[in-house]
């Protein structure tokens, strides 16, 4: 059966078409071809129709048909009357194919003078990490040079500190419930391939963050969308589709949410283990953005409340992204299955790595009070020039992150980001967000960048919006 590209899915892959030299429709052809050259569009890909991609595009249906009538006389599309245009061929190209999510960190920068980055929401590093970089220099790695340096379940020093760290938010935690993974993804994909099967039921909130929806994709999985918002999961509703789907496994962000910026409260927590174990149904907690909060304490962990909960974080929002250091807690025995998974795949994290982030640890309370001191008056500030500049926007004010949540009245967000992206500036529009490439009235504002950055954007944006 030919693959099917949604309209959504595929104005994602064409971020970027339409910045650079040349006519419209010799760079959407060009754009095109490249995603076939990637395997992002397979041989087979049956495609939108002119007319709904010309109109996700913000262009006139004469320039899609234009290159797609390039890529037809290339033999690289083929169009069947009354059925659609496919893609004929793969040219055996065999590049990897990336997930359309991380465009904002593979790509290359636009003109300095003209381009502006909506898309990201990863705050840069703390002073602390060269600190603790610094402290480990020399007799600091001395020590880690008698070991073979193969740790696949993780550096123990590491391991205690973060059992430490859970331990003092109210979830006790022994080191041997611990798995230190190269980033939260990799704790993901691994907690993924360990409980699916091909063709398994995952219920997950609609919205949620990519990097889960891709991996769950990845693992062949069937993805069920429950309804979250200002306040995290709607538990209600995932008690009926509980009920209704008998799932696999639940995955849920309880702790700053992205894209919403949601906090699950302590009674919705606790509903939430319960049903897990009422269904005997495991649940994946990713906090790993729980340490941008900036409107309250951190609360208690959702495994706190009940057993199936496997909870998933990460140095990268405390501390800096590029430590690629995360982890996974479960109880002794998954974690020594996922520890047997890890080391087929990469025989463990880097070591040094793992010593700066033990350093780190200790210093928890004071990274997440740096993170609040900048993230809260950022947002706060973008709140008011929203506000301001585009008052009819329903801007959903988030607990944490470098990122807003924003629902458009009576306009499509992937077509209002195409206009945007040519005016200069980068969003992501709601189906980014989207296991069923729906929230197409939504879209995400990153303010990680700096901030005056940020406002000029929103100035474009609104006279965009005009």
Same mark, same amino acid.
Request: proline fraction near 6%.
């Given at each position: ?20 030299? #040349?006519?419209? &429709?010799?760079r ?7 995603? *076939? ?5 397979p ?27 390039t ?6 599309? /083929? ?11 793969a ?11 991380l ?7 636009? &003109?300095a ?6 898309? +990201?929401?990863?705050? &840069? ?5 060269? %600190? ?7 007799? #600091?790695?001395? &020590? ?12 123990d ?17 022994? %080191?041997?419930?611990?798995?230190? =993974?190269? #980033? ?14 091909p ?14 929806? %891709? ?35 639940? *995955? ?29 149904v ?5 906090? +790993?953005?729980?340490? =941008? ?13 009940g057993?199936?909960?496997?909870? *998933? ?6 501390? !800096? ?5 995360? !982890? ?7 974690v020594? =299955?996922?520890? @047997?998974?890890k ?9 040094l ?11 928890? %309370? ?12 950022? $947002?706060? /500030?973008?709140?008011?020039?929203? @506000?301001?500049?585009?008052?009819? !926007? ?17 306009? @499509?967000?992937? @077509?209002?980001?195409? $206009? ?6 980068r ?7 989207s ?5 197409d ?18 100035r ?7």
């Amino acid at each position: 059966m030919a693959a099917w590209i949604g309209t959504n899915h595929l104005v994602r892959l064409l971020e970027g078409w339409g910045v650079g030299e #040349g006519a419209l &429709p010799v760079r959407l052809a060009g754009t095109l071809r490249n995603l *076939i050259r990637s395997g992002a569009l397979p041989a087979g890909a049956r495609l939108p129709s002119e007319r709904a991609l010309a109109a996700a595009l913000y262009v006139g249906r004469n320039t899609v048909s234009a290159a797609f009538d390039t890529l037809r006389g290339e033999a690289v599309f /083929t169009s069947r009357r009354g059925d659609g245009t496919y893609v004929s061929a793969a040219r055996r190209f065999a590049l990897a194919r990336g997930d359309d999510r991380l465009h904002s960190f593979l790509s290359g920068p636009y &003109p300095a003078d003209t381009a502006i980055d909506l898309q +990201s929401a990863a705050v &840069p590093g703390l002073d602390m990490v060269a %600190e603790e970089a610094d402290r480990i220099r020399g007799d #600091g790695i001395r &020590p880690l040079l008698d070991s073979h340096g193969y740790l696949p379940a993780g550096l123990d020093a590491l391991r205690a500190e973060v059992a430490a760290m859970y331990s003092r938010l109210g979830l006790p935690t022994t %080191e041997e419930q611990i798995l230190i =993974t190269s #980033g939260a993804q990799q704790a993901l994909r691994l907690a993924v391939a360990s409980i699916l099967d091909p063709g398994a039921t995952v219920l997950i909130e609609e919205p949620s963050f990519r990097g889960a929806i %891709e991996v769950l994709r990845g693992a062949g999985a069937h993805l069920i969308p429950v309804p979250s918002g200002s306040d995290g999961v709607d538990v209600p509703a995932l008690n009926r589709a509980l009920q209704a789907h008998r799932p696999a496994l639940v *995955i849920l962000q309880s702790t700053v949410h992205n894209p919403t910026g949601s906090v699950l409260e302590d009674d919705a927590r606790k509903a939430i283990a319960t049903l897990a174990e009422t269904y005997g149904v495991p649940v994946i907690d990713d906090i +790993s953005p729980a340490d =941008t909060l900036v409107d309250r304490a951190q609360p208690v962990p959702m495994a706190a409340y009940g057993s199936p909960v496997i909870t *998933i974080g990460s140095a990268s929002k405390a501390f !800096w992204g590029g430590l690629r250091v995360g !982890w996974l807690r479960a109880d002794p025995d998954t974690v020594q =299955t996922l520890a @047997s998974l890890k080391g087929g795949e990469d025989l463990g994290t880097s070591l040094l790595a793992q010593s700066v982030v033990a350093g780190l640890l200790p210093r928890i %309370e004071e990274a997440r009070a740096a993170r609040a001191a900048w993230l809260k008056p950022a $947002r706060n /500030t973008l709140l008011t020039a929203l @506000s301001e500049l585009l008052p009819d !926007w329903e801007v959903q004010v988030p607990a944490g992150g470098a990122s807003v949540w924003i629902r458009l009245p009576g306009d @499509s967000a992937q @077509s209002f980001a195409q $206009r945007a992206e040519r005016a200069g500036v980068r969003l992501l529009p709601g189906p980014t967000f989207s296991c069923v490439d729906g929230l197409d009235d939504h879209l995400r504002i990153g303010f990680a960048r700096p901030l005056e950055e940020v406002l000029a954007g929103v100035r474009r944006l609104a006279r965009v919006w005009c």
